[in-house]
């Protein structure tokens, strides 16, 4: 990821993270910019700043686990058709029965940008106030109740799919490295051995108390891509599942079991 900040006039500054040396260069525009693999990096500068510290670089979570608004950000920046409507629809629903929502609309549509937007407004790592400002869901009672309140799990389907390397084995790396940034974010809490997403997220749950806002992009993807379905039927030790199966039963542990509540 190249994430690129508005500061103060410096030239090069070293910044020691997780053992290697990060170098942010100005850039000709007067930002400064510096690719990091997996991780967002926020600077809180005072005024007239002359250098950079670590103690000024506040870390983030990056892939999957609270992306922040950056996105979003980038969106409203430009020509912006307000859909933030969509806001209050969702958070009525919020710790019902009626919690899951599934947003289905023609291709090019705005979905993915509808999204980023969900992941701006919910997510507890950012402060997206300002993006919303004049905005419809601003007028709405319940949008100082749920901004900036939960950890987001962002999940683009796309992105596996796209990959040739991961795809007879889709599913699980999908657990995998949702599961491997969980626990880099969450290194306390005791896990079962050969936990599954469900039993992560459930043990995060149950020794912090954070709850989790779960937004999958192009959730259908894997439906697009791997058609053919066993469905389980017959004696499980002689139906091999399908790729379309594991994903099945994924979003039914996620979504349709007891520890989903």
């Known amino acids: 990821n190249l994430i690129l900040f508005s500061v103060p006039p410096c030239l090069c500054v070293p910044i020691k993270q997780q053992e290697r040396n990060v170098y942010l260069t100005l850039r000709k525009d ?6 990091l693999p997996n991780r967002f ?58 919690r899951y929502s599934c947003v289905t609309r023609c291709r090019r549509f705005g ?33 100082e109740t749920y901004l900036n309140k939960y950890n987001v799990l962002y999940l683009d389907v796309t992105s596996f799919t796209a990959r040739p390397e991961v795809r ?8 995998e490295e949702i599961i491997n940034e969980l626990k880099e974010a969450f290194p306390d809490v005791k896990y079962k051995d050969n936990s599954d997403l469900m039993d992560v997220l459930s043990s995060i749950t149950q020794s912090t108390g954070e709850k989790f806002f779960f937004i999958i992009d192009e959730w259908d993807a894997i439906c697009r891509e791997f058609p053919e379905r066993q469905k389980m039927k017959g004696d499980p030790d002689t139906v091999t599942p399908t790729i379309l199966d594991e994903y099945v039963m994924l979003l039914r542990r996620l979504f349709k079991t007891q520890d989903s509540d």
């Open 41 to 98: 990096f926020v600077l809180s500068l005072p005024p007239n700043c002359g250098h950079i510290t670590p103690a000024t670089v506040k870390q983030a979570m990056g892939t999957y686990i609270n992306r922040g608004n950056i996105e979003f950000r980038d969106i409203v920046s430009h020509e912006y058709v307000d859909k933030t409507s969509l806001i209050p629809l969702i958070n009525a629903r919020l710790n019902s029965e009626s």
């Open 168 to 175: 007879k084995n889709i599913v699980r790396v999908i657990q």
């Open 111 to 143: 979905k993915s940008m509808a999204a980023k937007m969900l992941c701006a407004y919910y997510d507890k790592s950012c402060d997206s106030r300002e993006l919303f400002r004049g905005l419809k869901a601003e007028q709405d009672k319940t949008f």
């Open 30 to 35: 007067n930002l400064f910019s510096f690719p």
